[in-house]
């Protein structure tokens, strides 16, 4: 399988994000420059974490608009391609309508960086495939706009299109609507989340949990592949 990660001007999570798939997972992982617009070989497209572009405007707003974005809308046409934003990145997916609502200031209005624990809702995506309906799973945060918001029409959609995938457990860091942590498009291809699984996929990290999504996409595409 093959897994990009997208650098951004301001990404600082891209090398976390390449050592969890090249080094802890052993699969193929290149970086793809954020003016590149030949990504079709790729399987899997990680947006990663940090301040694209100084998060300048807002979270993700000027990155919407690089070109590596619109080659990712062709991308993703095929249900077989992977997108995987975390953070920064979910912002981003946000902002460019992959996928709905917006993210605003943190409810106390300061940087968080600490674990949480997150519930996983829908095991029926490529990205919680191997995880349980209702596994808790403990993922570090890092942000200062992870308070995901979405309008009551809109949640409700996203309730009847099991389109939430992962919940803050316990407590709700940042007052994300309905402790929302991770969602998808309806197709199931894309997924945003706000939480780090990159940082916790060793040990030595407080945490291998994030191993279970990386895991899941693997397995995912394995049997794509078998079935194809």
């Known amino acids: 399988m093959r897994f990009g990660v997208v650098v951004f001007p301001g990404s600082n999570c891209d090398m976390d994000c390449y050592w969890a798939v090249k080094e802890v997972l052993g699969q193929r992982c290149d970086y793809i420059w ?12 990680i947006l990663p974490g940090g301040f694209s572009y100084g998060d300048y405007l807002r979270a993700g707003a000027i990155a919407k608009v690089s070109p590596v974005m619109s080659a990712l809308r ?6 077989d391609k992977l997108v995987l934003g975390i953070c920064n990145g979910f912002q981003i997916l946000l902002e460019a309508g ?31 495939c191997l995880c349980q309906r209702g596994e808790v799973l403990s993922i570090p945060i890092a942000h200062a706009e992870g308070n995901y918001y979405i309008d009551p029409v809109g949640l409700e959609r996203l309730k009847r299109n099991s389109q939430i995938v992962f919940r803050y457990h316990g407590r709700n860091p940042n007052g ?24 916790c996929c ?27």
């Open 34 to 45: 954020y003016q590149e617009t030949d990504i079709g070989e790729f399987d899997c497209i």
């Open 74 to 79: 062709e991308f993703v046409k095929n249900p």
């Open 98 to 128: 992959f996928l709905p609502g917006a993210m605003l200031r943190n409810r106390n209005l300061r940087f968080i960086c600490e674990y949480v624990e997150v519930v996983v809702e829908n095991t029926d995506t490529p990205f919680t």
């Open 176 to 199: 994300s609507v309905y402790d929302i942590a991770g969602i998808c498009n309806e197709q199931r291809n894309v997924l945003g989340m706000m939480p780090h699984p990159e940082r």
């Open 202 to 228: 060793e040990s030595i990290l407080g945490s291998e949990d994030g191993l279970k999504i990386f895991n899941s996409i693997v397995s995912y595409h394995e049997r794509q592949s078998v079935e194809a």
